[in-house]
């Protein structure tokens, strides 16, 4: 799949690097930016770094989607993310991801270079379809119930698959009818995002299922409630979890992991990917078996 120019093969895991430009991202340290420079470098220091660990996306994201996070005026999301793409592109030869729901957002951002529509809201913004199609970039859809402001307030399934299949169907269909081709989308079950723990649990054990859209498929539980939860461990103290979570997405068909933990989560999607396409014939002269 092309991303504005970097060519990437979705058959092996690529790992994709979260980088926040919101002034309350405490999975970053919590650091505090009023000044719009100051955080500018501080994302780039962050993104050179997952670069140098093997990142081959990376997510920018200026609107916090935490549960009772507070809304951002679309001015300011693009104060936060146009900057931050623009320097990302000029010094790194990986895919900028933008984490946005807004229209404008998703116009400005490809413009300054993004190369994948990120949306948590799977373009149901009003405007959001028709101007992620204009970019003519890949997007990824993902599963959200409800909004972010209130989604974790009991949330309910009567069919948790049958569920989230018919609104990725149904968020198919859509994007076809504005003229986006199906082979630029990848889909995400959206880890978190209107779920309880036993909804993500199962959601991560019965994931292979969401294979049969043939499409490439993303996940981000680096951190989340649903590692926090399982293992009563605040927010620093979850890699090993997601890790081993990471495996799992991997082990059901994930293309993509979205992290935090680059360096930690490239060496384990490399090792999981080397046993699970061990049974392929080997490459001609490679017989360092
Ligand atoms: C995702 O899953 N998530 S933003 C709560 C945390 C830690 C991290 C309690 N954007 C996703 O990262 N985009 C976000 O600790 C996303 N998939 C895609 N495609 C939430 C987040 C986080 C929330």
């Known amino acids: 799949m092309n991303f504005a120019g970097i060519e990437l093969d979705l058959s092996v895991p690529q790992v994709m690097g979260v980088v926040n430009v919101t002034p309350d991202s405490f999975s970053d340290g919590g650091t505090l930016y009023s000044d719009n420079a100051l955080s500018i470098a501080a994302a780039v220091d962050r993104a050179a770094q997952m670069v140098g660990e093997g990142a081959s996306f990376l997510d920018v994201g200026g609107e916090s989607t935490r549960p009772g996070a507070n809304a951002v005026s679309v001015d300011e999301e693009l104060c936060r993310v146009v900057p931050v793409i623009e320097a990302l592109r000029a010094r790194f030869a990986v895919a900028v991801s933008i984490d946005t729901s807004t229209p404008q957002v998703i116009t400005a951002a490809a413009q300054a270079g993004a ?55 149904q968020r198919i269909g859509a994007c076809e009818a504005v003229g986006i081709a199906r082979d630029k989308l990848i889909l995400d079950p959206g880890f978190g995002f209107g779920k309880t723990l036993q909804h993500n649990l199962q959601l991560l054990q019965e994931m292979h299922k969401l294979q049969s859209f043939n499409l490439p498929l993303l996940v981000g539980m680096s951190r989340k409630s ?63 078996n």
């Open 115 to 169: 190369g994948l529509i990120n949306d948590v809201r799977a373009l149901q913004r009003e405007g959001a379809l028709q101007a992620a199609a204009d970019t003519g970039l890949p997007i990824c859809l993902m599963h959200i119930q409800g909004e972010p402001k209130t989604m974790q307030q009991e949330p309910h399934y009567d069919d948790l698959f049958g569920e989230i299949s018919s609104y990725f169907a």
């Open 226 to 288: 649903m590692i926090g939860n399982t293992l009563n461990k605040p927010v620093d103290e979850r890699l090993y979890g997601g890790l081993a979570v990471a495996v799992m997405a991997l082990e059901r068909g994930a293309s993509i992991v979205r992290t935090h933990d680059v360096a930690a989560s490239v060496d384990a999607l490399r090792m999981t990917h080397a046993v699970l396409s061990s049974s392929l014939p080997r490459k001609a002269g490679n017989a360092v």
